[in-house]
Structure formats: C-alpha cells, structure tokens
C-alpha cells in the first residue's frame, strides 16, 4: 500500500513538473513570437517541398543525384526565413545523404543566421520508407490486423529511431481516416474501418512516434492525417467531395482524432477533400471549434500539398488567392504546404497583404505561429536540431526488422482452410504462381521509396520477395515458379494479361499443390483512383483453368484493400490475405504457409462479397432485410469483420456478468470469459467485445466493438478474460447530434456468446 502510495505521489508530481515543462515552453513560444517581425511570423507558416532547395537544369528539372542549391538555401532560408521543409524529392536517399543535406540545412540556424530552427517533416508511414535500409513495416491496413497495441507502439519507436536518425524530427503519419471505402486509393493508409480499432491502434502509433519526450533522439513529432472526413469520398476517387452528417462525423470520423490528441499528438494535416461541400482547409467549425477548442489540440494544423491554392483553382470558393489564404488561416489552419518553389513569394506577399489589410488578425497569425514555435521548442530544435549519427547504432539493425517480421506475421490473415490443405508440408512439390511473388514492389505497396511505390530499382537489398522465400525454405527440385499473369500499368490504369497458361498447366500436373499469389499495382492518391473493386480478369481465369486440375489450390492475396474474389473463393482450398505485408512480410508469409508460425490476424475491414454492396460490420436491423428470401438475411459479406482462422482451435466459455444492471452515474459491469487453446500448438488469439443497444432513439447499430484483447495461449492453456463496462460505452449520438445515453437493454457479445444487461 505504501509503495502504491509513494507511486500515486511520484506520478502526480511528474504529472505536475510535465505541465510546468509544458507551461514554460508555452511561455518560451510566445515570447519569442514577440520578438519576430510579421514578416518573420508569416515566413514561419510557410512550408517547401525539398526540391525547391535543389540545384536545377536549365529546364528547371532537378539535377540527379540531387545537391542543394547555396543561393536557394540562403535566400528561402537565410533572407526569407521560412519555417518548414518537406518530403524527399524524386527517390528514397541513403542515410548519409539525408544527413547533409539536414546538416546543411540547420548549419544556417546552428551558426546563428536565423533565430528560429526548421521543422522538417517527412511521409514515414510504414517504417523509414525514405531511406534507404530503414526497416519496412506492414502499411496501416496490415497493421490493424494484428490487433496488437504493443506491435503498433514499437513501430511507431522504430520508424522515430530511424527517421530522426536522418534528422527528420516529423512524421506526417498516422492516418487515422477510416476505412470505409473499399476503392479510395489510399484505403491500405488506413487502420481499418471500425472506429475503436483505429482510435486505439492510432493512439498506440502515436505514442510510439512521440515516446516519453519530443526532444529525445530517438522521437519524432506524429502528424494525425487527414482531418476530416478524406477516407469517404462519395465517387470512391481521392479528395473528391464526402457527404457526411454531422451524427456520423462525431460518431465514426472524429473519435479517432480525438483519441490521436490525447494520445499527445501535437500536428494535424487537413483533409484535401470537401466534406458537406466546404473544403477541409476553411472548415472552421471543425479545425477552430472541434479539433482546437472540443479536443483541446494544442499543436498546429498544417495544409496538404498545395490546398490553399486550391480553395481557389479546384474547389471554386476562394475568388482569389489572398482569399485563399485568408479564408484557410482564419478557419485555424497554421501552416501552408505551399510547397513550391514558384508559389511561395506570392504566398509570402499576400498574406502580408492580407495581414496589413486587417483580414488576419494579430491574434490569429501570433497563435498560428506560437503552435508552430511550441512544437519546435518541444521537439528540443532549438538546442539540438540534430544528433550525433553515433547515437544510432541500431539503424535498419536485425532486432528492429524482427520486429517489423513480427507485425507481418501478426497480420497475415488465414481466410479459409479446408481439409488442412494449410500447413504446406517440406516434402510437397509446390507450383508457385504471380507477378507479384515476384518484386518486393507488390507487398510494400507506395509510399515506398517513390510515392507510387512501381520502381523496383530502389527494392531493399537482401529483403525478400516471396518467390525468394520460398526459395529460402524449400529445396530447388520442390518448388516451381511461372508469373501466370502479369501486372503493369497501361496509360496509367492497372492492366493483367496471362503469361504462358499452357505451359503453368503443365506444370501445375507436375505439383502436389498450387499457391496463386494475387494482387494489385502499388498506388495512392489520384493516380491510385480505380472504378471497380473487382479483380482483373486475368488472375481470375488463371484460378478457374487451374481449378480443372483438381489439385488444391491456394490463393494468397496482397491486397491494399479487399479485391472481389467471390468466384474463385470456392475454388481454392486455402485462402490467405497477406494486405501489403513489408520487406519481411514475404518471409513471415511463407513461415506461416509451412506451419513453422500461427496465423493470428483478424480482418480489421467487412470483406466484400460484391462490388456494388459495401457494407460494415455496425450495420443497423434494416440492412439485414431481404426481398428476396423474405429474412434478414442481406448481410452477405466474403468474411466479416474480426474474421481470422488460425492452426490451433479456441474455445470460448463462462461468459459471466457482475451484474445485470447498470445505472449513469459511476457505475460498471465486469464483464468475464474464459479462453482456451485445445489444440496442440500455441497461438494468440484476439478477444473481441461488442455491445448492442437493442432500442435506441436512433436506430441501433447491430453490434459496436468496444474493447479487445490480443492473448498468447499455449496448448490447454487456459486464460479468463475481463472487460470492465461502463455506462460511457453505450453512449451515441442522438437526434440533437450530441452525445448521449439512453436507459434501455443491452447485449454485450463475444465470440459465439451473448448476455444481456440494462441501464437504469
Ligand atoms: C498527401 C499527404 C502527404 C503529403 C506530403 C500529400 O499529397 O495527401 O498524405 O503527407 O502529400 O507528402
């Protein structure tokens, strides 16, 4: 007790002297903020993409390899005195070269040319994928399947490690837009599409972004993307307008952020889209008085690329660009992505402009500016803006891409297995089939190295692919592999032809068992838009030849999001989704086929069965309704949400309650199950706990997942679970769009059990 005491003491005063650190630091902005002319606040807003500071041809295309240009660092940096840099220009740089240039760049304040330090951020979104032999981790959407808090944490440390390694204190990443559009290009950047997943497992990523203090070497500042409402567009193409009620936004889209913000996110990035037809970038209801105000953000909000302009030229608001300008930075935005080199004197001008006009405050620019200058100070830039490259023995080191194999293996996600088909055994002769087995490209996707990630010159030297990991384990006379189909891009738009059909079917009589490796061309963005969710052709037919054989046949999908495979899944045997797993997903994908590891993952979306029908797993009672067979029945996806098999077998029991009723104030329920592994090898399993409101003002969702647990079990083990319910979970937006709580029954679920409870 009296350890607990001195603890509860100890914590309250770290607490304390945090909030003082906080509280001085603040004091520290503000007076700097004092002593800076308007013209040195507006440059501080003002953020360039790398290549603005890079030597050109006469063309003005940047030189490779690619030099700073000294006249360019002294003017922007030295005279003009902006405040950000961004990105890494055409390719990924080795560490060496990232270092000069960020040595170069911080020598200009390091010799006291200017008072205020950089701020350089950088797309590190599933490792240090900008640099070369950083350790490649599974994008978000990998990620989320692992259920595994711990695993999201440590990704988020060793991505910080590295990347400020390079002497990048910022990382424009986690992106905590939800997944609910299946054909947005970026849907493989997202945690998922249930709320609760993605607010925990983004909380977690922050967390071990920023670890237990900014200006620590090994911590990078986290940038909370893409506030809000991006991941929904109604077209499915990126920053295309998203129609959202506001019962919606609070309910699914915001509680991510929220949670990203008090987690100690201190950077937001903006949505480029529309949301209810008004530009993410003026939105001030939801910048100013949601984010900043509701949440209490005390970091700073910077553009995406290039959207003040676009207030103007794309979405049609802003009749020019100081309206632009004046319409962004007024709604709460802090910083702007100008990020040209030939935009940022007219930005620069005519926000002071603006400025002297009196269309942006005093109040406003100084607390932009003050948010941009805490975080730098936090970051410790001030004092150090870079360390020693000996502070970083552990750079793309083995114990950090074990890590990055252990989320890939806690990701990968066994669909179907039929007749034990799965494990493959060593002495079985495989037909291995797939360009995408074939190029590290398809299973780390974009954002990888170059934006799109389709240049395979810059692939991680020694990662393997899949046809190699194979390799790896098998003896050469067991294993065969044919592309089967090819996959490139034909005037931009993925394209799949069959390659040798004759020839793969005589060598698929020759096998024991055939594995087609499924998949798409990595892309993001607007070049990643595509119209159908369905596969291409192509692979498909190569299943169904295939299937004449009568060999089993098993189907691994790298998938950025699910692809429609409803016709050839009752061909295959097996079926394992992959997502885009990383440099050393191949690896732990092949562990996992031969049974040397234990699948675990859990499908963190609703696998459609159907291009046309999207539906979620928090469906309400009126989408189950079938015309067709009078039931409710509707529901109809290719695997649901929370779905993953795995080699051993759990069994669920003793689902208890402390009580069956529950009142509003300072109340719970403990919920309790018992898990057990009765199989003959060890696994994890994810304890996943829903609630369902069984009446509500607003029609109820059929379940809402409100906590999970990822737990080792080894063989008849046994483990009892417990989930603590308080009256907050059962909270909804109602019909005033404000969150509240109605008396009423409820079931709480997990597994196959249910058990019902009210609230007074
Ligand atoms: C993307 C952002 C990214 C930024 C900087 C934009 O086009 O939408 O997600 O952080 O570029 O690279």
Redesign the pocket.
Known sequence: MKTFLLFLILFAFNKIQAQDTDKSLLKRAKSIVKNLSVKEKIAQTCQLTLDALLKTNDQGQVITPIVLDEKKLVQLIEQDKIGSL??VSANTLDLKTWRTILEQIHGIYLSKRVKIPIIYGV?AIHGANYIVGGTLFPQEIGLSATWNLELARKMGMITAYETRASGVPWN?SPVLDLGRKALWSRYFETLGEDQHLASEMGAALVKGYQGSALNSPYSVLSCM??FVGYSYPNSGRDRTPAWIPERQMKELFLPSFKAAVDAGALSV?IN?GSVNGIPGHMNKNLLTNILKGEFGFKGFAVS??EDIRMLHTVHKIAENQKEAIVLAINAGLDMS?VPYYGNYREYLDLFHEAFMEGKISKTRLDDAVTRIIYAKLKLGLFETPMYPLDQYPDFGSKEFQATAKQAALESITLLKNDKQTLPLKKSEKILLLGAVADNLIFQNGSWTHTWQGVDSSFNTQNALNIKQAFQNKIAPSLLKYEKGYELTLLNNWENCALVDLSKVIEEAKLCDKIVVCLGEMPAT?KPGDIRSLNLCEAQLKLVEELQTLGKPIILVCLFGRPRIIRTIEPLASAIVNAYLPGDYGSSALVDLLYGEENFSGKLSYTFPKYDGVMEHYDYVNAETLSGKTNKNDAIDPQWPFGFGMSYTSYSYSNLSLSKTSMVRENDSIIAKITVSNNGKIAGKEVVQWFITDEYASISPANKKLKYFEKIDLLPNQTKTIEFVIHPSDLKFVGENNEWILEKGNFIISVENFKSTFNLD
Do not use: I, R, V
Request: a negative charge; hydrophobic letters at 40%.
């Open positions: 961004l990105n797309d424009f993307k893409h990035m480029s995406d690329w992505m963005e």
